[in-house]
């Protein structure tokens, strides 16, 4: 018999419920306790030993607005001084309770890749929407206007096109093979100048001022750090061709959302699809809501029915090297 103490992992009851074997059979014999989170504050359960923040822990919780179970969930991390790992759903771990962790030496583990393939996407989808003037046209339909694309509304053909995609992990890759199907260019901005294994034209964050203009669409899909904050700014959005079109399914922090509804005012660029703001949910006075060349979703270009399954692995992969 094991002299090993229980780990104890905290997690949602459905959790428990979905993955409980999986989990004994990657501790391999190792005890351990599921420990559930608590569904309201003031009812926390006691120190654990690692967390799982799973979708539905998360909620409808954002950064900027932390909801129950949530908040919950982060009063037992705050109060377990023997927690050394907490693994999240996202992508990013960005959230100002990842940050507390961290300085307290608690190993934070994401979950990059699982949605890159949904998230990429939505990139594409929005592309190809704002490519085709989907937006302008279904007001048309609300309007009962027929109103074709022709004259002056005739879109430009996107083959010959050059996306600057900010960010290369799995959403930027998976983007570019996209576009590339398309016929469309594509230049890459990350963390250092040096081109990738496959050749591709490659700058750094901080020359993307100097090669905005090239671009009829940036797309960011970079995790948010000291680099990436603000990075689009009037200076950048000024740079870019005045047919250009910003796509934002990274973070809405990595954009200066005010100066970039100045340039949309003034037209300066055609167009934007936003899925994340810098202050989430998006106020309902923003004029994000209403400018005729925003396209606004609410964070949602992750979110796929197949993405539990894909987190939980992920999971199931970092506890068996826990185990070892």
């Known amino acids: 018999m094991s002299t090993l103490q229980p780990l104890r992992i905290l997690m949602s009851a459905s959790t428990r419920e979905r993955i409980g074997d999986a989990i004994s059979q990657a501790l391999d014999g190792r005890p351990f306790e599921a420990v559930i989170a608590a569904q309201a504050h003031g009812n926390e359960p006691a120190d654990v030993d690692v967390a799982f923040i799973s979708r539905d822990v998360t909620g409808l919780s ?13 009063v037992t991390l705050r109060r377990s001084p023997k927690l050394a790992w907490v693994h999240v759903h996202s992508a990013g771990a960005d959230r100002p309770i990842f940050g507390e962790l961290k300085a307290r030496g608690v190993r934070v583990t994401t979950s990059s890749g699982a949605n890159a393939q949904v998230v990429a996407q939505t990139a594409l989808a929005a592309i190809l929407s704002l490519a085709r003037e989907f937006p302008r046209l279904f007001d048309a339909q609300r309007a009962r206007t027929w109103t074709p694309l022709i004259g002056g509304l005739l879109p430009r053909d996107l083959a010959g096109q050059t996306a600057v995609i900010v960010g290369w992990g799995p959403i930027g890759q998976t983007l570019a093979r996209y576009l590339r199907v398309l016929g469309l260019n594509v230049i890459a901005v990350r963390s250092a100048a040096t081109p990738s294994a496959d050749g591709v034209e490659t700058y750094a964050f901080e020359d993307l001022a100097r090669i905005a203009g090239r671009a009829d669409w940036l797309v960011l899909a970079c995790p948010l750090s000291d680099r990436t904050r603000g990075l689009v700014d009037a200076r950048v959005l000024a740079a870019m061709a005045p047919h250009a079109r910003l796509v934002n399914v990274a ?15 003034a037209k300066m660029l055609a167009g934007a699809y936003l899925d994340v703001f810098e202050h989430e949910p998006l106020d309902a006075e923003s004029p994000l809501w209403t400018l005729p060349n925003a396209f606004v979703t609410p964070h949602s270009a992750g979110h796929s029915d197949g993405n539990e399954a894909r987190v939980d692995r992920i999971f199931l992969d970092y506890l068996r090297q826990w185990r070892q």
């Not at 932390?66 to 908040?71: G, N, R």
């Not at 973070?251 to 005012?265: F, S």
């Open 62 to 74: 954002t950064k900027h607005c932390v909801l129950e179970p949530l908040e919950a969930f982060y």
């Open 251 to 265: 973070r809405g922090e990595i954009v200066a959302e005010a100066d970039l509804i100045d340039a949309l005012r």
